[in-house]
T-cell receptor, first 116, second 118 residues
């Protein structure tokens, strides 16, 4: 299984809602990532988990809260978002982050989020 | 900090022809990796090709090959025998080697939209 899955595919939420995005991989990867991507722009890194511990937070606003319950699962909890947070949210995973490096990041299909 | 520059926002090519996408980067790291990722319309991003900076030989993957010029900090992608399925946004990306200051972080260029015409 060389796949990263993300649910839901699409999400529409109001600014007062609380919702969560889910990402799953069963490749035995030990690093997982959240990216935000606006249309026709490159992905912007948000968070990196390495061995289920948060290793990188790119100064993301606290209305985005990541969680890594186990090595296969990554969640992104959303609360009080703004319309400008509307974007494609991509999850990715890679092998042992302490390994030789240059590990390919496998991307999921993304969740397209619209904040009204 | 690393920067990656793709100077061609859009390119087009006829089916079966060859096209080259440009990428330059800037870094103070001595060892690193370079990647080309492909993102087709409404489909997920996949890795096209990877180059390790300490390897002098240019990477190739079937119809895809790179021209890696380390001194010039240039990393272009050549697509031979272009196919309709190659239509996508292509991102050049940089990652420092393990032990580097930004290991684990992919720095992307702005992307090049490639359209293959029948």
């Amino acid at each position: 299984d060389t796949e990263v899955t993300q649910t839901p595919k699409h999400l529409v939420m109001g600014m007062t809602n609380k919702k969560s995005l889910k990402c799953e991989q069963h490749m035995g990867h030990r690093a997982m990532y959240w990216y935000k991507q606006k249309a026709k722009k490159p992905p912007e890194l948000m968070f990196v988990y390495s061995y289920e511990k948060l290793s990188i937070n790119e100064s993301v606003p606290s209305r985005f809260s990541p969680e890594c319950p186990n090595s296969s699962l990554l969640n992104l909890h959303l609360h009080a978002l703004q319309p400008e947070d509307s974007a494609l949210y991509l999850c990715a995973s890679s092998q042992d982050p302490a390994g030789p490096g240059g590990n390919e990041q496998f991307f999921g299909p993304g969740t397209r989020l619209t904040v009204l | 900090a690393q920067t990656v520059t793709q100077s061609q926002p859009e390119m087009s090519v006829q089916e079966a022809e060859t096209v080259t996408l440009s990428c330059t980067y800037d870094t103070s790291e001595s060892n690193y990796y370079l990647f080309w990722y492909k993102q087709p319309p409404s489909r997920q991003m996949i890795l096209v090709i990877r180059q390790e900076a300490y390897k002098q030989q240019n990477a190739t993957e079937n119809r895809f090959s790179v021209n890696f010029q380390k001194a010039a900090k240039s990393f272009s992608l050549k697509i031979s025998d272009s196919q309709l399925g190659d239509t996508a946004m292509y991102f050049c990306a940089f990652m420092a080697h393990a032990g580097g200051t930004s290991y684990g972080k992919l720095t992307f260029g702005q992307g090049t939209i490639l359209t293959v015409h029948p």
